[in-house]
């Protein structure tokens, strides 16, 4: 009966926003690690930001199995880490008077596309030791505007889904009831086929009488 209320995880290790939550957290610790001194406390935050980000869609994912308020919660809960994580990087831009970069930069396009088609941590991490600190941050700000993007829209999924089958406990409700009704559906049956086999005795007992009688 487990197969009527409980949802099918979703595999978040293959969802965009999940694969370039992992690009963030592994670009955040080299970035920390080039560019923050030692004993700055905006390491531990921006690192524990990026790791949150991460952590909080494959705990929602596994959790929705049973418990679609509680993938939403935890799925809020990676983006407001992400909001986090965007906010110190233009921190960073603006109090060391570096560029943020828009689309009016001559690279802003091209990196903005690159995003767009790469999700997997391959695909960045040579640049994590290579590039300078403005050009790591405008990344990691792509990236970050990109997952909130992205979970915005699996988010609006999610709660429709819960509006249209509502939590666990409406879904095994329903469960119950259809269980119920098919119950129902089998005694209607075998009652029905009880008084045809009861007519057709009754023939087979006026069969014997007249066999009987014409004897």
Same mark, same amino acid.
């Given at each position: 009966?487990?197969?009527?209320?409980?949802?099918?995880?979703?595999?978040w290790?293959?969802?965009?926003?999940?694969?370039?939550?992992?690009?963030?957290?592994?670009?955040t610790?080299?970035?920390?690690?080039?560019?923050?001194?030692?004993?700055?406390?905006?390491?531990?935050?921006?690192?524990?930001?990026?790791?949150?980000?991460?952590?909080?869609?494959?705990?929602?994912?596994?959790?929705?199995?049973?418990?679609?308020?509680?993938?939403?919660?935890?799925?809020?809960?990676?983006?407001?880490?992400?909001?986090?994580?965007?906010e110190?990087?233009?921190?960073?831009?603006?109090?060391?008077?570096?560029?943020?970069?828009?689309?009016?930069?001559?690279?802003?396009?091209?990196?903005?596309?690159?995003?767009?088609q790469?999700?997997?941590?391959?695909?960045?991490?040579?640049?994590?030791?290579?590039?300078s600190?403005?050009?790591?941050?405008?990344?990691?700000?792509?990236l970050?505007?990109?997952?909130?993007?992205?979970?915005? @829209?699996?988010? %609006?999924?999610? &709660?429709?889904?819960?509006i #249209?089958?509502?939590?666990? !406990? /409406? *879904?095994?409700?329903?469960?119950?009831?259809?269980?119920?009704? @098919?119950?129902? %559906?089998?005694? &209607?049956?075998?009652?029905? #086929?009880?008084?045809?086999? !009861? /007519? *057709?005795?009754?023939?087979?007992?006026?069969?014997?009488?007249?066999?009987?009688s014409?004897?």
């Open positions: 009966m487990a197969n009527h209320f409980l949802r099918r995880q979703a595999n290790e293959e969802l965009y926003f999940y694969k370039k939550t992992d690009v963030l957290y592994q670009l610790f080299a970035f920390t690690k080039r560019f923050l001194k030692m004993g700055d406390r905006t390491i531990d935050q921006m690192v524990q930001a990026a790791r949150s980000g991460k952590q909080n869609i494959a705990e929602g994912c596994a959790d929705g199995v049973s418990s679609t308020e509680m993938e939403i919660k935890l799925i809020n809960v990676a983006r407001a880490s992400i909001k986090e994580l965007k110190d990087y233009e921190d960073y831009l603006t109090t060391r008077n570096l560029c943020k970069w828009d689309d009016q930069h001559p690279r802003f396009a091209p990196m903005l596309d690159f995003c767009r790469h999700n997997n941590q391959a695909d960045y991490s040579p640049m994590y030791y290579k590039a600190d403005e050009e790591l941050a405008n990344l990691a700000l792509t970050c505007r990109q997952v909130d993007k992205m979970m915005t @829209t699996y988010l %609006e999924q999610l &709660e429709k889904t819960f #249209e089958e509502g939590g666990i !406990k /409406e *879904r095994m409700t329903a469960a119950r009831l259809g269980r119920r009704q @098919t119950q129902n %559906e089998t005694i &209607e049956a075998q009652a029905h #086929e009880i008084e045809q086999l !009861k /007519e *057709r005795v009754k023939q087979l007992e006026e069969e014997l009488m007249r066999y009987k014409q004897g």
